[in-house]
């Protein structure tokens, strides 16, 4: 069974490692600038539909280890309509993390309904290479991953094509958005 659902309003989650720019890459956004000084987490920012691509008012959710209990994580993951998960591509335990902890914590959260991901590599401008073809391996083993942007909070690029993915995987599912238990 396939449901579609149209969405009055976007809700976006930002998870992944700390230190990974998840912050950075929300402030980036609203200020188009890189912050200098960070808090540990950003406050939920709501962006108006008439300053969004798709026109539909768009929250966006910070997550802190430091600040949020594991409950807490798990409601905000279960009200997330789309989450973009983090790495930063100069450091590749927070790639490797997004398969042993990340991937599987979200498919324990959210079993049955299938949430879409986008898989983020922030940080960019430290590497000369890219971290694509990991990217891609990961995504051929979870289809819930629906796009993979390789961004950087600090020189600004790709900022806002990351939020686009988001909004779009919602808005204009390329997949079922829901998955019904197979029967035997
Ligand atoms: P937690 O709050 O611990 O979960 O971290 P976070 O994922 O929110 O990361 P945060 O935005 O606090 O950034 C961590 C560090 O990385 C800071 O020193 C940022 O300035 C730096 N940083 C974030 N994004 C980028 C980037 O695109 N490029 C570079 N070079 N540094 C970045």
Known sequence: MVRITTRKNV????????GVGKTSLILSLVSEEFPDDVPAKAEEITIP????????????????AAEQ????LLEEIRKAH?????YSVDDERTLMRITTHWLPLLRDAIPH?????????????????????????????????????????KSLKNISE??????????HPIAPIYIADKQD
Request: charged residues 25%; proline residues 5%; aromatic residues 8%.
């Open 11 to 18: 809700r976006i989650l930002l998870l992944g490692d700390r």
């Open 49 to 64: 539909a008439d300053v969004t691509p798709e026109m539909v008012p768009t929250f966006i959710v910070d997550y802190s």
């Open 69 to 72: 209990t594991d409950d807490q």
């Open 82 to 86: 789309v989450i973009c998960l983090v």
């Open 113 to 153: 309904s299938r949430c879409p991901i986008i898989l983020v590599g922030n940080k960019e401008d430290l590497i000369e290479d890219t971290t694509v073809d990991a990217a891609q391996e990961i995504m051929e083993e979870y289809p819930e991953i629906e796009s993979f942007v390789e961004c950087s909070a």
């Open 162 to 171: 990351m939020f686009y993915y988001a909004q779009k995987a919602v808005l």
